[in-house]
């Protein structure tokens, strides 16, 4: 490759994703109508300054649309569900029967938003936890522009281990780092290390957010054991079983805040009345009119069928090898830009394998707690029509801007304007670049929505950058699947899909405002830890 | 009449707006793998076209009514 990494290159592979922050954060741009000006600007960029034909930006766009099909599957199946639910005011017995079981409406908070999340994150991923969690918290009588932060925030920690950890495997591949190998257990427990006290830290947030310090001193107790609980545990698995150390915590936290509400210090009804997250009255009117006959354990059918499919399909390994046999994938002939940057050619190219997709899980649970709904009464006739055409209808604005989003990514991806932007970043900064390799991941992932992707980005480049400054690869490589998983917070394709749940599309701008001002700080933080690391070294 | 009001909203608009991006994404697959440049092009002006229907929309032809 022979692009020139200077400042002028730099700064118009990074010039889209300003754009995009600016117009969204500024000028309150819905991601739908900033994402094409992004991809604009990345084509122009890419043709003018970055010497790619229209092919290779055609190809890519062709790849990012396949990539997108991918996601918009999640989508589509995650918002029918939803629909179900909300059909059959699912959520406002969820809302009732989780205040009883849970009458200290903080924790209900935190169950809602943080532990369930990390709980779909082990197995789903792929921002599940997002469109699923709004409407629940909007069913508990959280404001939906909190009903999408709370679950961004509480889903961020399960990025890398979560999904059974197939972001970490793709950081271990992409850094050459070999399956149990000395290097490959202490790189996980960087990454373990750093991300445990990002989810006591989001623990501590939630509840900053609901009331304050006295939230938190009222909520503390329950952190730190949850935290303790899911966090520690993975960082103790890290170290025996990668693909386990997310899920079998998060499933282990779910059962303990439940048995946390019968403790002393949670069982009676507490809540804080002036509470900014929560719109109590709105819901409290709304809940008068929930079917009497329907239990909590009915209300959830939906997300228990959504568990058990996941479980058994991802975790039986001669199941999940069957149903992964039947795959579709793309072929790509290779494309080269004027300066030598090469995109291999792919036979297969991001194979999808339909009946282990979480799209196909989230699909089935919808459809089948569809007609359980139907068979009690709890959805009327023309229920269903409504239910279908609802979910097309409100994946179309988030769908488009997904498209325009990994379609970006794809181009800067492949016209090397990704790489300039790294290189540059570490070039210029020498040493200090530790203190930004986080942020590396967390831009990765603002990019392609996923902390994966960002890890097969950014993995070899974090790596190859270690190296060339002599310093220990492993925290460097934790740092970067740390900052990508707390980057899936700041996510545009992750934040859209909860605006598009809790019916505030459109809202993306205000949510990224909030979360950037959680989640650069943390970056900044675990470069600095990394730092200090390599100068004890 | 119901069906003709979604077409007119800007859901409507935007599922129109896919389903062009799709018919671009087949033309390039076809383009580049067969080496036809030209329906490479067309494919990749039909993805750009629709992208930025919801801008064009909401910035120039809702502001101006």
């Known amino acids: 490759m022979n692009i020139p990494v200077n400042f002028f290159m730099w700064i118009m592979a990074f010039l889209p994703i300003v754009v995009l922050i600016v117009l969204m954060i500024r000028f309150r741009w819905g991601a739908t109508e900033a994402a094409p000006i992004g991809l604009l600007i ?56 989780m205040s009883k079981l849970l009458p200290n409406e903080l924790m209900l908070v ?3 938003g943080w532990i369930f999340e990390s709980f779909l994150q082990g197995i789903t991923g792929f921002g599940v936890p997002v469109a699923v969690g709004a409407p629940l918290l909007i069913g508990i009588g959280v404001r939906p522009m909190y009903a999408v932060i ?41 990454a373990a290390a750093f991300l445990f006290v990002w989810d006591a830290f989001t623990g501590v947030i939630i509840c900053w957010f609901y009331g304050k310090a006295k939230a938190i001193k009222k909520g503390l107790p329950a952190i730190a054991v949850l935290a303790l609980v899911q966090g520690g545990g993975e960082l103790v698995l890290s170290q025996i079983n990668t693909t386990l150390s997310n899920f079998l915590p998060s499933v282990l936290s779910l059962v303990i805040i439940l048995l946390m509400g019968r403790m002393k210090a949670y069982r009676e009804p507490w809540s804080i009345e002036e509470s900014p997250i929560m719109a109590r009255g709105e819901t409290q009117e709304a809940a008068m009119e929930y079917p009497r006959d329907m239990s909590l354990v009915q209300a959830f059918v939906p997300y228990f069928l959504l568990s058990a499919l996941t479980i058994v399909v991802l975790t039986v390994t001669p199941i999940y090898q069957f149903l992964g046999r039947f795959s579709v994938g793309l072929s790509f002939p290779e494309t080269k830009t004027g300066y030598g940057y090469i995109n291999a ?28 709904y139907k068979k009690h009464g709890w959805i009327g006739q023309g229920g269903t029509k409504a239910i279908f055409a609802r979910s097309i209808a409100m994946t179309m604005p988030s769908g488009m801007a997904v498209v325009g989003l990994v379609i970006m990514s794809k181009i800067m991806g492949g016209t090397g304007q990704t790489v300039v932007l790294a290189q540059g970043i570490a070039g210029v900064l020498g040493n200090k670049y530790l203190i930004l390799a986080p942020f590396i991941g967390l831009l990765g992932t603002f990019m392609t929505g996923s902390n994966m992707s960002s890890n097969i980005l950014f993995g070899d480049f974090q790596m190859t950058t270690a190296n060339l400054l002599h310093v220990n690869a492993a925290p460097v490589l934790g740092a970067q699947t740390a900052g990508g998983a707390v980057g899936s917070a700041v996510s545009p394709s992750k934040i859209i899909l909860g605006t598009t749940t809790a019916n505030i599309l459109g809202k993306e701008g205000d949510v990224l405002k909030i979360m950037l001002l959680i989640t650069i700080p943390t970056t900044i933080l675990i470069g600095l830890v990394i730092f200090a690391a390599a100068g004890l070294r | 009449m119901e069906e003709k009001r979604f077409w007119k909203t800007k859901a409507g608009g935007l599922t129109l707006a896919f389903l062009v991006t799709m018919v671009g994404f087949v033309l390039i697959l076809i383009g580049v793998n067969r080496e036809i440049n030209g329906l490479t092009i067309l494919g990749l002006t039909a993805v750009v076209a629709a992208m930025l229907y919801s801008p064009v929309r909401v910035f120039l032809l809702e502001k101006r009514q």
């Open chain 1, 345 to 372: 050619a792919a036979e297969n190219y991001a194979p999808l394998a339909p009946f282990t997709h979480a799209g196909t899980f989230l699909f089935l649970s919808a459809v089948i707690g569809l007609l359980y």
């Open chain 1, 110 to 112: 935190l169950a809602m």
């Open chain 1, 150 to 190: 709370i679950p961004l925030l509480g889903q961020a920690w399960g990025n890398t281990f979560g999904t059974l950890a197939a972001a970490w495997d793709a950081l271990a591949v992409s850094a050459g780092l070999d399956v149990g190998s000395k290097h490959y257990f202490a790189a996980a427990l960087w």
């Open chain 1, 42 to 97: 990345t084509i122009f960029s890419g043709v003018m300054f970055y010497k790619a034909d229209l092919t290779l930006i055609a190809a890519e766009s062709a790849k990012g649309i396949w990539n997108a099909i991918v996601i918009l599957l999640i989508i589509w199946t995650a918002i029918l569900m939803y629909q179900v639910g909300d059909e059959a005011k699912a959520f406002l017995v969820i809302r009732n029967g």
